[in-house]
């Protein structure tokens, strides 16, 4: 079974404007992180933000904000602001504390920003 | 400080040929994992060492695929002989023990094979 989920293979926003990209994941374990990666177009993975799965408030990182929910599973990821650098692939990933080192990942979201 | 840093950046070879990727962590960090992705696909394991030691090799897909890491340092993963299916672009990522945060990825090889 699939253990992060990423339903958007491709959005589109408007620079400026604030844009969600899903991500659902599926553990039966009760301690768990939850990350967000950037991959722009030179390739490299930039970590974005994490959250812990005992903590009570969204994580926040400048204009990122995850949206956790943990009783439906999910991690949005919110970029408000968008501006034009923000065009990448999006991957969501998740790593369970009984096997600390191994991260799941999604098949990634491609997100434009339009001027 | 120098970031994960990957060689090639791409690779195109025949099917049946050896490609050997190679991978220098963050200077310091334990951990140094192997990463890949299928076109169009989720980003999976292949296996993670701790210093030179194969921690977990759970991910990698056979015995094709060859991961060392000598002295704890670099590491290499070599593909001998690749088949059509091992295209991809292939991640490392380093972390210091129990790092906490995520680790820190390199910008990955792309490795085609025609």
């Known amino acids: 079974a699939q253990k992060i989920t990423q339903t958007q293979p491709g959005m589109f926003v408007q620079e400026k404007e604030a844009v969600t990209l899903d991500c659902t994941y599926d553990?039966?374990?009760?301690?768990?992180?939850l990350f967000w990666y950037k991959q722009p177009s030179s390739g490299e993975m930039i970590f974005l933000i994490y959250q812990g799965s005992y903590d009570e408030q969204n994580a926040t990182e400048g204009r990122y904000s995850l949206n956790f929910q943990k009783a439906r599973k999910s991690a949005n990821l919110v970029i408000s602001a968008s501006q034009l650098g923000d065009s990448a692939m999006y991957f969501c990933a998740m790593r369970e504390v009984r096997n600390f080192n191994k991260f799941y990942f999604g098949s990634g979201t491609k997100l434009n920003v339009k001027p | 400080e120098a970031g994960v840093t990957q060689f090639p950046s791409h690779s195109v070879i025949e099917k049946g040929q050896t490609v050997t990727l190679r991978c220098d962590p963050i200077s310091g960090h334990d951990n140094l994992y192997w990463y890949r992705r299928v076109m169009g696909k989720e980003i999976k394991f292949l296996l993670h060492?701790?210093?030179?030691?194969?921690?977990?090799e759970s991910g990698m897909p056979n015995n094709r695929f060859l991961a060392e890491r000598t002295g704890g340092t670099y590491s290499t993963l070599k593909v001998q002989p690749a088949e059509l299916e091992d295209s991809g672009v292939y991640f490392c990522a380093s972390s210091h023990r129990g790092g906490a945060n995520g680790a820190f990825f390199g910008q990955g090889t792309r490795l085609t094979v025609v």
């Open positions: 553990t039966s374990d009760q301690s768990y992180g």
């Open positions: 060492f701790v210093k030179e030691s194969k921690q977990d």
